[in-house]
């Protein structure tokens, strides 16, 4: 499944504050592309390029994107200013930063106001991760074919954790 949308339509874009945090968000994308789901990842900062925000933002719905995970550390306001300027639901990703091991993004990207949601993950790739999942369930409501894998996705995961601990 191509990562990038080569002139047609993907249904998640992946967007994190800085090169820096694709270490954790290439999790999100490695989820969808088990799933068999299209998507884009880019680079958008809130601080550092807020015209490419603003515009990523304000055209997203119209490119053909369903559902937006955007990743960021520290003072962490992507996803927060991303849900402001969009529809579409967007996931939010703490990245943990090296001064306070995420919980400076954690708590940037949880504490929205009442009005403006960002479902808001765990802190860096169990976060990733599960936001690739959480755009798997909602895609897979008006997907049979992928409700059909993400079923398998979680039997193989079942299937895969031993009953007994092994001293290996
Ligand atoms: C945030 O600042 C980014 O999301 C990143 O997590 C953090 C540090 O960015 P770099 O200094 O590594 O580019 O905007």
């Known amino acids: 499944m191509p990562d990038r949308a080569a002139g047609g339509t993907v249904p998640v874009a992946i967007i994190m504050g800085s090169q820096s945090d694709w270490a954790t968000m290439r999790h999100a994308a490695e989820t969808l592309e088990a799933l068999g789901i299209g998507h884009e990842a880019l680079i958008v900062s809130a601080h550092r390029t807020p015209d490419r925000l603003w515009d ?43 001064a306070l091991s995420g919980v400076d993004s954690l708590h940037s990207i949880v504490q929205m106001p009442g009005g403006i949601p960002v479902g808001t993950l765990a802190i860096g790739k169990p976060g990733a991760i599960n936001a690739g999942l959480l755009a798997a369930a909602v895609l897979a409501l008006t997907d049979e074919a992928l409700a059909t894998r993400l079923d398998a996705y979680r039997a193989k995961q079942t299937a895969a954790i031993a009953e007994r601990p092994s001293d290996v």
């Open 56 to 98: 990523f933002a304000k055209s997203a719905k119209a490119r053909g994107f369903k559902i937006i995970i955007a990743g960021a550390g520290g003072a962490a306001h992507l996803p927060g200013m991303t849900a402001a300027l969009t529809p579409l639901p967007v996931f939010g990703v703490p990245v943990e930063s090296k």
